[in-house]
């Protein structure tokens, strides 16, 4: 898989003549600030969690599996694509709930619409284990209908204004259109109008609600609702979320000022690519930002302390990346990182994997890790100090 990203936007305009190109010596111009975007996320929460960090972030552009249960003690888990993201608490509060709103959240009126796709959605009157949510989304397959199931739903009618119940009622369908789903057809909601509802009593206490969803884009809107006493909905948030970069002056942050008559290039990394632009070190031109391409390898190059420059450098390289089954680690010049370790996270900071760097290279089958999603990869020092982490994705 590759892709462009362009990073850097050049606050200052440096558009200089062919004849002020030939000089030699022009340091008309000697400062010129750079800046990089902070990014947008959309998170998922549930609106009567309150612990903190109850959410877990919904990548744009592709099918996920959200599982939300709730127990008799008021304690909420939300799983995204088999993985704990978070656990929290209801409040103590007199529920009932006796419709599903799919496409807006319903308080005196209609608001707060989703644009995006649904498919499969299955509720249940237990509190489904984390082994159970893991292992349908390993199983790759849609809903299937258990002793606990109360509510199952396939979306693949492809036609009409009515979706049927494989259990429970069947639902009204206003303004959302058939497409193409996660398997077979699925429901799409336009953001403005379009909404289902299913008239299905959803236990308040022991339950588990479980679909796929596919968000286009960033937005803040409501996805499902439990309509009743204390309505209940999974919300999407979109958040600004400040991404770290380093820039190859040292500096950090959003922008950098420097002076281009005095430097060859100017790059930019947010830990996943990297954006270049070279200067004219006669006339201090510069050129279109160069786009990098990221491949399946995970590059890491590292610093090893009490080795002389340029000796001290190393790269270690993981791959591929994004993984299915299996990740190869190339430890570059190992030699030099002696009581150096490599150890790798979930997403819930449980280690999966932990090595001394003391050979050319490690091949790790993935089926013990726990799942798909976000693994975390540590480069830690000889004093136990982590000097890099980097991201890795398993799905």
């Avoid at 103590?92 to 498919?119: H, K, P, Q, V």
């Avoid at 791959?319 to 990182?337: C, L, V």
């Avoid at 693994?375 to 000097?387: E, L, M, R, S």
């Amino acid at each position: 898989m590759k892709k462009k990203n362009l990073l850097m936007t050049a606050v200052a305009t440096l558009g200089l003549t062919t004849a002020t190109m030939a000089q030699n010596n022009c340091d008309l111009i000697n400062s010129a600030t750079f800046t990089v975007p902070n990014t947008n996320q959309t998170t998922l929460e549930n609106t009567f969690t309150v612990v903190q960090n109850n959410t877990c972030v919904l990548d744009t552009g592709q099918w996920i599996y959200v599982a939300y249960t709730k127990n008799t003690n008021n304690v909420a888990k939300l799983y995204k694509n088999g993985v704990l993201q978070a656990t929290g608490n209801y409040l103590s509060l007199n529920y009932f709930w006796n419709r599903i709103d799919i496409g807006a959240e319903f308080y005196t009126t209609y608001c707060c619409w989703f644009n995006g796709r649904l498919d499969e959605m299955r509720v249940s009157n237990s509190e489904r284990t984390g082994t159970e949510i893991l292992n349908h989304f390993n199983s790759n397959s849609p809903f299937s209908q258990d002793a606990n199931t109360i509510g199952l739903y396939h979306f693949d009618e492809n036609t009409g204004t009515t979706t049927n119940g494989i259990v429970g009622p069947s639902g009204a369908i206003t303004n959302a259109q058939w497409t193409q789903g996660k398997f077979g057809s699925a429901l799409n909601y336009n953001g403005q109008n379009a909404r289902t509802q299913i008239n299905l009593s959803v236990p308040t206490s022991n339950y588990t609600m479980e679909f796929w969803v596919y968000i286009p884009n960033y937005q803040n809107s409501r996805i499902v609702s439990t309509y009743g006493g204390n309505s209940n909905s999974f919300g999407l948030d979109t958040n600004l979320v400040q991404t770290s970069y380093n820039w190859s002056t040292g500096a950090t942050g959003n922008s950098v000022t420097i002076n281009p008559t005095t430097l060859p290039y100017i790059w930019v990394t947010d830990g996943n690519c990297t954006d270049t632009i070279w200067f004219n070190s006669q006339s201090a031109t510069i050129y279109d930002t160069t786009y990098v391409t990221v491949t399946d390898t995970l590059i890491i190059n590292t610093t090893v302390t009490g080795i002389n420059p340029p000796s001290n450098l190393n790269t270690i390289k993981v791959f591929p990346n994004p993984a299915s089954t299996h990740i190869t680690i190339d430890y570059g010049n190992f030699a030099i990182m002696n009581g150096y370790q490599l150890r790798i996270e979930n997403s819930v900071g449980q280690e999966v994997f932990q090595t001394n760097i003391s050979q050319q290279s490690d091949y790790l089958n993935l089926d013990s890790w726990g799942g798909n999603g976000l693994y975390f990869v540590h480069i830690v020092d000889p004093q136990g100090n982590t000097i890099d982490i980097r991201k890795i994705v398993l799905q």
